[in-house]
């Protein structure tokens, strides 16, 4: 029997992420260099998104002629018989691997470790973000050879596409049996975005190169105290909290000076304060790195005042800049979607009147045909910068408002039920601290977050001393965010 | 116009004999049909054999000089009724869509077609949507083939032979006066591969002059007493005809010699069973084989003397044969029981009984048969990559990735004028609870999968009308029948629209009009606004609509989310009797974008003033519940981290594919979302009084932001260094 065999490169991809050109290159540069190409692919609906393979078989000439017959080329990849698999995105790299296509006794795979969100990511209520770690310890224990980085930030970065960057760590990668010429005369005879694809091309070469085996996940180096020198509030946390509680502390006090002033980050660092008394050293201090954590989120709670502040500040205006890739010579005009309901301007009245308002009737009813429609403001015109300025320039009056009592009303009730808590079950009253993470949005989703807070929250109020576990709080919390009907925290609760 | 243009491959088709072609298998196709001198050819688009249709219909000058008639059918029916040219004339006519959903649609005329039988070459060129990728229930052909009396083709992949059998089917066609399917599956009709041309032929008669002098011949058509004498015709004469044709032409082909056990395949799968003997060490990459293989390009009808010719000698037989019912398994069977043959006939006993035949399921199927019937065959051959194949003996310590790696469920595009309608309709449904959609074929069938998870049934191509029919519970809770513009002129006018008219029927008929058949490739339809060439194009939906009496029409902008919903909220609650017909209407993104990117550059280049719109999310603004997200599903509108280390949800983030649809703005309004998103406006080339405008109101505004910046960063200062 022969030992020859084709060459078998399967490109994964997601529909419109040019799979298609990458294959249509490799095939050119198999047939200008004297080797029989065959491509493949199934388009259909996972053009529309979803997930794709290309699959080609590169066969040299010579020895077909020498032969004197043709090759029969295999329209589908087979697992464990794959040299060179193609990634175009890090999960399609794992779908690869879990497919059987990559083996460690021959498949090279190039991947980039960029992510696509899948759908079921992006719509999960809290952090539903695959497991990217996972992949790459399969997919370097799985591959022969692997090449990996981020080829759509050298796309991206050349101003191409991530095709070109994927050919380009190809190349480099040397498992095709073709110089640096032939692949970069496959893109020039291409003719479209020659340029732009050459450079795509030449950085994921070099960088292919300089990569050796593996890419290191990147590792955060472990932060050095961040409590500056000279300022009151560091002074008090250094004197006051445990060393464990110093980060977390200190990024929540400069949040809510930021927020509102030095007295309301004092504030924090009193309640703070209680709970560190309450808690112990040898687990960790994980009550107080929860509270610590999750009551500065709530006092920043976003009220009109705080979007406000942030649509209008200028580093907002560069980064919109940034992010649109706006050449220098372009105008860039935002225009914000607003939708301020009733409720949110009677949470910037002094509380008395707001509560007034919201109670009388038809009064209401009167007002509320006023804030029915969604308003489209453009925050660099005159006029809406004046309105949003005026709107941010009452972070001083704050806390005479409504939505202020309101939500430390609810601050404090959250608090008082923690310290209860604390005293017998430290990680009990730990989760309930962490309840605060169902506390986010706005209008209706806030409301529904609101709605499951409480819930569980009334479920620690009535169960009976000592019958409650912290596992099952948290239980209830990711329950809580499994649906948005609150099915899931429904059946969660009746158990 | 379509998704892909094709004036380089249209360039190809002109090829003489002798020219060597690289091109992809469908088109390899149409090649093949201008060198077999056909006179018309039609068909409906579709996966996978769209690319066929998309290129005749840029090659409207090379069909013109060679008198060839080209059209889009108005549906797989109406194709094969097409294909009536050939049953009274010396016409050779080609006709193709996507099976078996579109045999399914031309069955009726197919039937008619194939009891009269046919003088010229009738070919239906099916791409066989079967397998990984395929949206449509997993059937088989075949059994069109054996219901109606058509004969299938089913060749190896490989352009030589896919396109000589072409020029077979012709005249396999005229030898047995019966129409002929040539089944193509999805990788082969993408396969791209090489094929020498031969020169195309003009058709001996052509469409024009065969109407000049016209022919009748009553015993042709279906009525009594001819369709009886048609019965009888097709098992006396054409069938015996079609395979002293088939034996003489060698159509099928016989691989390999010796041993005592053997291989029929279909050919289809011939690349994937030699890659699996090859990997088993039974056969070279050319093919040299050391089990015979009996290798069927005509699947139907099946010669029973070759077979046992075949079996001759061999104790065991496996039969590759791919989907079910195991027709040829079966056949197969009766002929060895028949013949008193002791051969032991293996099949879906040791392949699997359902599903796409890989490469991987053939070399299963292979080591079952081996076991069984030559279990010497199997032993283990020197090459290391043998061990490969097992898993478990190369021993990868891989971490099983089935919880990790996420599903990829087809969605609608980026910017997609679709989404939006269901965007309105979740949001409705959260208002009035949940109500019952019937679906039809097309991108808007996307809607049944996340995020919006709206639709129940789908019964077929323009069928979104009639699906819903049944629920005409006056008064009762409204009902909500979903049509593309494409299945709305396939069929559904009629079937769906016309039918509700007639029987009262008080659902809401929702339009979904894009103006392309979207989800085969964009392909033009009767609705489309600009219909190039010889086709008259702008046909209105309303006025249609209008004309099958509804009274009740109203036509919105798909991406306003708030306008869609209220107005399916009027529709349900209108009270009127009779069907409520919504037209939705946006063009398809993907089309749009296609024309709008060349007319931008080339404005951008012309110094014009160009502007362009991109959504933006304030990541410190947006609290991580992505609800936006549940809403929507663009692919541009996905994930990032937060930027706030204290929160631990990820952010909202529009990345640059973003095409400023508008979407994410009118969700924010409508659903009353959050503050997080802004558009952003970007103006390139802007004239002198928009710039001193812009930069006297930056000019003021920045002094603005100075003061309050200096305030900030006093309260600031607190924090020290």
Known sequence: MSVLRPITIAVTALGGQGGGVLADWIRALGEGNDYIAQSTSVPGVAQRTGATVYYLELFPAAAAAQAGREPVLSLFAVPGDVDVVIAAELMEAGRAVQRGFVTPDRTVLIASNHRAYAIAEKTAQGNGIADSAAVIEAATAAARHLVLFDMQAVAEAAGSVISASLFGALGASGVLPFGRDAFEAVIREGGVGVAASLRAFGMAWDLAQAAANTVAPAVDAAPASVLPQGSPLADRIRGQLPLALHDTAWEGVRQLVDYQDARYAGQYLDALQGIAALDRAEDGHALSLAVGRHLALWMCYQDVIRVASQKTRSARYADIRREVLAGTAELVEPVEFMHPRLEEICDLMPAALGRWVLGSGGFREWLERFFRKGR???????????????????????????????????????????????RHDRALAAEIARCQRLLKGYSDTQARGWRSFSRIMDHVDHAPAGSLRAADIAGLREAALADEDGKALDAALAV | MAERSFSEEVELLRAGAGTELHMEGILAVTKALLQSGVAYVGGYQGAPISHLMDVLNDAQEILGELGVHFETNASEAAAAAMLAASVNYPLRGAVTWKSTVGTNV??????????????????????????????????RSHAFAMKSQIWLLDPR?????????????????????????????????????????????APTMTVREAAANPVRDTSRIVLPPANFLHEREKIEQRWPAALRFIKEHRLNEFFGEGGDIGIVVQGGLYNSLIRALRILGLSDDFGATRIPLYCLNVTYPLLDDEFLCFCEGKRAVLVVEEGQPDFIEQSFHKTLRQAGSDVRLFGKDCLPTWGEYTTGAILGGLRKFLEAAAPAMLAPPAQSAVQAFDPAAARIPVRDLSAVVPQRPAGFCTGCPERPIFSAMKLLQQETGPMHVSCDIGCHLFSILPPFGIGNTTMGYGLGGAGGSAFNAK?????????????????????????????????IFLIVDNNYSAA????????????????????????????????????????????????????????????????????????????????RSDAL??????????????????????????LSGCPSLTLRANPNPLREDPVAYVDNSCVGCGLCGANAHAAVLCPSFARADVVSNPGWGERLLHDIRHTLIGALQRWSERRRERRLAVLGA
């Open chain 1, 376 to 422: 489209m403001v453009r925050t660099y015109s005159l006029r809406g910068f004046l309105m949003l300025g005026s709107l941010a320039a009452l972070r001083p009056f704050r806390r005479m408002t409504l939505r202020h009592a309101i939500e430390h009303e609810r601050i404090g009730v959250w608090l008082a039920r923690i310290g209860n808590a604390a």
């Open chain 2, 106 to 139: 031309a069955s009726d005329a197919l039937a008619n077609l194939a009891s009269g039988g046919v003088t010229g070459g009738a070919l239906i060129v099916i791409g066989e949507d079967y397998g990984e990728g395929s949206s449509i229930m997993q059937e």
């Open chain 2, 157 to 201: 992949p490989h352009l030589p032979l896919i396109t000589e059998m072409v020029e077979k089917g012709f005249e396999l066609s005229e030898a047995s006066n019966t129409p002929v399917m040539l089944e193509l599956r999805i990788r082969a009709c993408h396969v791209y591969g090489r094929f020498t041309a031969k020169d195309n032929r």
């Open chain 2, 475 to 507: 008064g009762g809770a409204p009902v909500v029948n979903v049509i593309g513009d494409g299945g709305f002129w396939h069929n559904g006018l009629t079937s769906g629209i016309g039918g509700a008219v007639f029987n009262q029927n008080d659902n």
């Open chain 2, 520 to 599: 085969t490739g964009g392909q033009d339809i009767p609705s489309s606004r600009a219909a190039p060439g010889n086709r008259k194009g702008n046909n209105s939906i309303e006025r249609a609509v209008d004309g099958v009496g509804v009274n009740w029409i109203r036509t919105v902008d798909t991406y306003d989310v708030a306008a869609v919903k209220a107005t399916l909220k009027e529709a349900a609650e209108s009270g009127v009797s009779g069907p409520k017909v919504i037209v939705a209407r946006n063009e398809c993104m993907l089309n749009k974008q296609r024309r709008v990117k060349r007319e």
């Open chain 2, 605 to 630: 280049k012309a110094g014009e003033r160009v502007s362009r719109s991109r959504f933006y999310v304030d990541a410190d603004t947006c609290t991580g519940d992505h609800a936006c997200m549940r």
